[in-house]
């Protein structure tokens, strides 16, 4: 009789193989996390699986168990190792510039709201494949810091601590024009094999007009995200911008949800957007899902009540 133990020794899981008459048992020389959780064979008895879910995987800050199975012969010799829910770990390299908003329309507490925002973003992934630049733009673009001082020193308190709110006017197709061109440059520490993201936080009140930069940052392959935060985000003329600034489809986060923004996870669907609430709704988890012309957002969870859903994230 064959005998699974997925908590044996402290949860290392066991499989052991015993006599019935002599009800002697030996265990099988595996060391696998919860092994013996599966255990099963064929019609014939000639051949037996036993599988452990617990084996982990660690790649780029995230955990994913992936688990594992050993299929043996009518002896329980030579088993063969079957991994079909492992996949090959792949770091995507990011190079990330926040482009944010510091023009006089912007108030001095919402200027603080992205400050802390771009700390809280930079302190969560800081020993990821994301690397971070940050760019204020007013009347002018003024380089904060970029990948080079990131990476010498990411401490992002301290590469932020001497930004002052320009509280200027707002050129923001002639900054995004200043990213592209003057910061993903290896000069600036730019990764050649890195996605480039730029992630812009405005109202959308534009004192400029685009004339041709976000054709000329498409045609780079630069990915733009916008976070909506001020007065001004829903009027129409800041629509207008927001949705021609923004990547396809239009990824476009609005201020109700800001505050929120280091657990969001955005995924981008065909013709809408949704986005991972980690944490929500007493630790439940939930997903948001952004509704036509960014006009609102519709909130879907389980039930936090459900006993089962309890820190389900």
Not at 22 to 40: F, K, N, R, Y
Not at 44 to 70: A, F, R, W
Not at 142 to 155: A, H, Q, W
Request: net charge neutral; aromatic share 8%; with cysteine.
């Amino acid at each position: 009789v064959i005998v699974g133990a997925p908590g044996e020794q402290n949860s290392t899981g066991k499989v052991y193989q015993c006599n019935l008459k002599s009800q002697d048992c030996e265990d099988i020389l595996l060391e696998v996390p919860h092994l013996g959780m599966t255990l099963a064979s064929n019609m014939q008895g000639n051949k037996m699986i036993t599988c452990g879910p617990g084996i982990e995987q660690h790649c780029d800050k995230n955990l994913y168990v992936s688990g594992i199975c050993y299929l043996f012969d009518t002896k329980l010799h030579n088993p063969k190792n079957i991994t079909t829910g492992y996949q090959k770990c792949l770091k995507g390299k990011v190079d990330l510039v926040f482009l944010f908003d510091g023009s006089a329309s912007m108030k001095t507490s919402e200027f603080m709201t992205i400050k802390e925002f771009m700390i809280d973003v930079m302190k969560e992934l800081w020993n990821s494949s994301v690397h971070f630049a940050a760019v204020q733009f007013s009347e002018d673009a003024k380089l904060e810091f970029d990948f080079n001082n990131y990476t010498s020193n990411p401490d992002p308190e301290k590469l932020l601590a001497n930004v002052v709110h320009a509280e200027q006017i707002t050129n923001t197709f002639k900054a995004i024009k200043f990213v592209a061109n003057k910061v993903f440059i290896s000069e600036r520490g730019t990764r050649k094999e890195a996605n480039k993201v730029i992630v812009i936080i405005t109202d959308g009140d534009a004192s400029d007009r685009d004339k041709g930069h976000i054709e000329a940052v498409k045609k780079k392959n630069i990915l733009r995200l916008i976070i909506g935060i001020g007065n001004h985000l829903n009027a129409p003329e800041s629509q207008k911008n927001l949705k021609l600034i923004a990547s396809e489809p239009k990824t476009l986060i609005s201020s109700k949800t800001v505050s929120m923004i280091s657990s969001l996870i955005s995924l981008p669907l065909k013709d809408r957007v949704i986005l991972g609430a980690v944490g929500a709704d007493n630790w439940a988890g939930g997903i948001l899902e952004q509704q036509k012309d960014f006009a609102g957002e519709r909130f879907i969870t389980t039930p936090s009540v459900r006993k089962e859903m309890e820190g389900a994230y």
